[in-house]
């Protein structure tokens, strides 16, 4: 069974910083792109941050200069650090993979980890 887990959601004020991990587990070959996502009260899900297992990344416009996604590939985990944190960032953070195992390709998700944004 293949999963995502996040963890390092919570209660930030407005300015300052948090790290989102999400680790994959499971019978895993290999992961293509690992991505965050988000989904505040009323809104559609939007991509927030993607990376590719050779390294580009890209970033909404949004968020882009505040935060930073990352990988280790040996550990199967993926980052998102969150500087400068602004209200319209409070959100649930969704981490998706798209990988292999030995017998099919799959799309991921986490179940999801909750930012709060005060201002």
């Known amino acids: 069974q293949v999963q995502l887990v996040e963890s390092g959601g919570g209660l930030v004020q407005a300015g300052g910083s948090l790290r989102l991990s999400c680790a994959a587990s499971g019978s895993i070959v290999s992961i293509n792109v690992m991505s965050w996502y988000r989904q505040a009260p009323g809104n559609q899900r939007e991509l927030v941050a993607a990376a590719s297992s050779g390294g580009t990344t890209n970033y909404a416009d949004s968020v882009k200069g505040r935060f930073t996604i990352s990988r280790d590939n040996t550990k199967k985990t993926v980052y998102l650090q969150m500087n400068r944190l602004k209200s319209e960032d409070t959100a649930v953070y969704y981490c998706?993979?798209?990988?292999?195992?030995?017998?099919?390709?799959?799309?991921?998700w986490g179940q999801g980890t909750l930012v709060t944004v005060s201002s």
């Open positions: 998706n993979a798209g990988l292999s195992t030995q017998y099919r390709y799959l799309e991921v």
